[in-house]
């Protein structure tokens, strides 16, 4: 083979892109299902008559389903095979959807959360590991950028769809569109996923799992009780967090004793996976952050329905559709050293935009902002996740996308904490309304609270220039909010330095994936 033959790697064929077709349905589910889900929580306040607190735990136990779960899957793909686990997977998060819809309480609902979140956690790094296979080191770039379509336009398309189930149907609608989809997924997974071949040769390593598991649901139970409490010196804040550490670090020192830990952090011998995820990271905490912040400065200053402001995060989506089939095809022939940082030049130029709004910035300039970040992210997540997988052996794939999803997913509870603390502890700054109090709560009513309010179409017997005040003071706080999230961006620029700038030699594959995909020669 010649090397400029060597340049162009095999093209995805249809056996390829019919197992990815299984993998992106099941993302779209499970990544969809969050954001519809946010989007319902006001009307679970209404339906179960609960407080905030209370309906925040249908995100919270998912979260921490998905954190218990996620650790398992590397060692279970290998012991009972990918095809059969996955199909368990979408059972268990269909079946979950269906529980949900049932609920008659809030008790119930958060019950169920937590089997879907059983499914959801395992279809991700499933879901990674069999397109790894399927595709081969080589190709890997191009099929990255088919996953990261649900993983990157969730967001967006979670807010508009869950706004219209809501207004058009009931919350119901929220959890029982997955039904058809996920009996369309496991007919298609039965018959398009290869024949399961496992080599169950490892034992499980149940005293990592007793460290690993709750560590991390621990950890990221006080991560996500900090927006509620606004202070990481609430007891179940900090607690959760130190023992949940504490676990997590007692496993970080054990996992190098047995030979087959359940979490391989060996893996991070590889310089190319340790840079790769370190920037995943990073990168993870600004993104799912500022995901957090987009459609609330929309509903919370402009006063948009949420559908509306679904519509107007639509802008992001079509830019990252434009350049992430670009970026994968690249991310295949081009060391991503040499393109993600000019990718994230373009997020850093469209975030700037954010820290200078108010109440009336035009959204010409913020759909168009929204549209360059777009373009940035589509050739961001992908290639570097990439670049995570690429250089690991067909043995080492199911452990590495577990590694990459747990980061992903710590990452992720922290950007989200992070922007929802510091956005809560500036709103609460605000000036209290004299005389005026919460009929519920007793507590005096802020300019700001009463703003938003206002917003929404309560009516609010104040003067023009209280609530006018009100909502300057909310739109200043998101632009200092955001400043955060700007500073967050340019430390991803750290860590991307040091990505890989050359082409090096593809990890030997097995005699199947020989059999189906060239032989990558290293080009310099």
Known sequence: MTDTAAAQPAKLDAAVLKIAGVVVLGAIMSILDITVVSVALPTFQTEFNATYAQVAWTLTGYTLALATVIPLSGWAADRFGTKRLYMLALFLFTAGSVLCATADSIEQLVAYRVIQGLGGGMLMPLGMTIMTRAAGPERIGRLMAVLGIPMLLGPIGG?????????????????????????????????????????????????????????????????????????????????????????????VFYSFKPKHPLLDLRLFRNRRLAVSTVSLFVFIIAFMGA???????????????????????????IGAMITMPIAGTLADRIP????????????ALGFFTFTQVGTDTSYLLLCGSLFVMGLGMGGTMMPIMTSALRTLSSQEVARGSTL???????????????????????????????????????????????????????????????????????????????WVGFILVLATFIPIAFLPRKRIAMPATSAEEGASAPAPVVMH
């Open 336 to 347: 991503v050293g040499r393109t993600v940082p000019f990718a994230m030049a373009l997020i």
């Open 291 to 317: 995901g957090l912040l987009f459609p609330s400065y929309f509903l919370q200053v402009r006063g948009e329905s949420t559908l509306h402001a679904g519509l107007l995060m639509a802008p992001q989506g």
């Open 404 to 482: 990459v999803n747990i980061l992903q997913q710590i990452g992720g509870s922290i950007g989200t904490a992070i922007m929802s603390v510091i956005l809560t502890s500036r709103l609460n700054g605000s000036a209290p309304i004299p005389g005026v109090t919460d009929p519920a709560s007793g507590k005096p009513i802020t300019e700001a609270q009463a703003a938003i309010a206002a917003q929404h179409g309560a009516r609010m017997p104040l003067p023009p220039d209280v609530l006018q005040r009100g909502l300057a003071f909310v739109a200043d706080s998101f632009a200092s909010t955001f």
């Open 159 to 251: 807010p508009i769809l869950g706004g219209w189930l809501i207004e058009a149907a009931s919350w119901h609608w929220v959890f029982l569109i997955n039904l058809p989809i996920g009996i369309i997924g496991l007919v298609y997974a039965f018959f398009a996923l290869p024949k399961d071949d496992p080599k169950p040769s490892e034992s499980f390593d149940f005293v990592g799992m007793l460290m690993l598991s709750p560590g991390l649901a621990l950890f990221l139970f006080g991560v996500s009780s900090l927006p509620e409490t606004g202070t990481i010196t609430a007891t179940k804040v900090w607690v959760s967090m130190l023992i949940g550490a504490a676990l997590v670090i007692g496993f």
